[in-house]
């Protein structure tokens, strides 16, 4: 069965502390898989999308890296407003339109 | 650009009453469009997914039920909602091409009491 599994589910870090967070995944053949953030009571935000292995997206603070099992979403020199759930998710082949998520690393960033 | 509107934003509702969530995505045509149920500590729980007009494949049984009236909407309903029911719901909307990422409506808080 197709799993997505991302920890930790909870990171607190000081303001300029850099860390990861780890997206691990076990799918029959990689489509896609999609880093999101989403502030309480709010939608998800899209932030990248990765298609194979050795595969890099950055956006300011943040990099996701994709390997063959797992993705891991870098974020350095993190400050207060990156605090937020990320989510992660993968679209398998055989599984066409759907999207398997995972339950989401929940970051504080303290001042 | 393309934009997803849900309504109502949140919503209370008694044990038994019926539900109707509407979702409406602006700027693009013949999106993929999809529910999604969020319960507090758990990841996101796919309800439905509509790849066009009448189309709709449901992914976990429930006495909740879908339907894409037009191109660009999609309405989430239930005849008596369950205390089960309680959550963040989400719609989401994705293009018919190869690939495409989703985004994701504002959602709607729904209460069951």
């Known amino acids: 069965e197709d799993q997505v599994t991302q920890s930790p589910e909870a990171l607190r870090l000081q303001e300029g502390e850099s860390s990861s967070l780890n997206c691990s995944y076990t799918v029959s053949g990689l489509r896609g898989l999609f880093w999101y953030r989403q502030d309480p009571g709010k939608g998800p935000e899209f932030l990248f999308t990765l298609y194979s292995a050795g595969e890099e997206k950055e956006k300011e603070r943040l990099k996701a890296t994709l390997t063959k099992k797992e993705s891991f979403l870098h974020i350095t020199a993190p400050k207060p407003e990156d605090s937020a759930t990320y989510l992660c998710?993968?679209?398998?082949?055989?599984?066409?339109?759907?999207?398997?998520f995972g339950t989401g690393t929940s970051l504080t960033v303290i001042p | 650009s393309q934009t997803i509107h849900q309504w109502p934003a949140t919503l209370v509702q008694p044990v038994g009453s019926p539900l109707s969530l509407e979702c409406t995505v602006e700027?693009?045509?013949?999106?993929?469009l999809y529910w999604y149920r969020q319960a507090a500590g758990r990841g996101l729980q796919l309800l439905f997914y509509s790849v066009g007009i009448g189309q709709i494949s449901s992914e976990v049984p429930q006495n909740l039920s879908a339907s894409r009236p037009q191109d660009r909407q999609f309405i989430l309903s239930s005849k008596k909602l369950l205390l089960s029911d309680s959550g963040f719901y989400l719609c989401?909307?994705?293009?018919?091409?190869?690939?495409?990422?989703?985004?994701f409506g504002p959602g709607t808080r729904l209460t069951v009491l």
């Open positions: 989401a909307w994705r293009g018919a091409g190869y690939n495409n990422e989703q985004f």
């Open positions: 700027g693009t045509s013949n999106p993929n």
């Open positions: 998710a993968v679209q398998a082949w055989n599984t066409g339109n759907q999207f398997y």
